[in-house]
């Protein structure tokens, strides 16, 4: 694909981040290589999610010596759905990327989604080979297959923490409590193209999952219906036809 596609694209990697002390230093280097061969303006943005670690202070360390980072600290705990809500605000670029701050997906893994960013308004990855417990991939299995069946969204691995989006559609979506979970099926209700990619897949640097079987199954469940609910009452419309007339003149004065 000729380099000149990717010429208006600019980019902002989100990395929510709770509790994640012992995977910050080498996460900043995992990013430090894709950043050096983005071929698009790339930057970085953290949101602390009220971690309770020392995260927030090597956050500060990372965005205070290198150039290309940011970040945003959250007053308290909200969740992973807030916290991408909270960076999806303040982002300024064309394009919008998500990744986990655990290694468990590789930033260099960047490189293949922007191939097909000019051709689609979301960009996921699927996890190839996933390096995780029995019970995190029969649980996400089951979770991913129950949300396919009610809601046909075609997804593969909407779980996967690899993501790029079209801004203006990023930040139209409707948000709520799990959102995180919906986000191409989302961006599908506006119309969006939706391209699939295996990626690879690692097993966790340090620290440990914040999800356990309860909220990787009864979460998903629950939000599936809700979706479904707000689907349905979706507002979607087209312009036909428009004629505005304009203001009128009386004695010179609008």
């Known amino acids: ?43 970085v943005l953290f949101v602390n999610d009220g971690s309770t670690d020392s995260s927030l202070d090597q956050i500060r360390e990372i965005c205070h010596g ?8 959250l007053d308290r705990n909200h969740g992973l759905s807030t916290a991408i809500k909270a960076g999806i605000d303040h982002c300024q670029t064309t394009h919008i990327g998500y990744i986990d701050s655990d290694l468990q997906t590789s930033p260099l893994d960047f490189m293949l989604l922007l191939e097909h960013v000019p051709h689609h308004e979301m960009v996921i990855g699927i996890r190839a080979r996933r390096k995780d417990t029995f019970i995190k991939k029969i649980s996400s299995k ?17 779980g996967c923490p690899l993501k790029i989006m079209d801004a203006a ?5 409707p948000f709520f409590d799990g959102m995180h979970r919906f986000l191409p099926a989302l961006l599908q209700l506006q119309g969006a193209s939706i391209k699939q990619l295996p990626v690879q897949h690692f097993e966790r640097f340090a620290g440990y999952s914040k999800y356990h079987l309860f909220n990787r199954l009864w979460g998903p469940l629950n939000d599936t219906f809700a979706f479904r609910w707000m689907r349905r009452r979706y507002i979607r419309y087209g312009i036909a036809e428009a004629y505005k007339n304009q203001p009128a003149v009386v004695d010179g004065r609008i």
């Open 66 to 73: 290198s150039a290309g980072y940011s970040f945003l600290s």
């Open 169 to 173: 559609y990023a930040k139209r979506v």
């Open 142 to 158: 089951i979770a991913n297959g129950f949300r396919r069946y009610m809601i046909n969204d075609g997804i593969v691995d909407t």
């Open 1 to 43: 694909m000729p380099e000149s596609t990717l010429e208006s694209v600019s980019l902002t990697v989100l990395v929510p981040v709770f509790n994640e002390e012992g995977c910050l230093q080498r996460f900043r280097e995992a990013m430090d290589a894709f950043l050096a061969q983005s071929p698009v303006p790339t930057q």
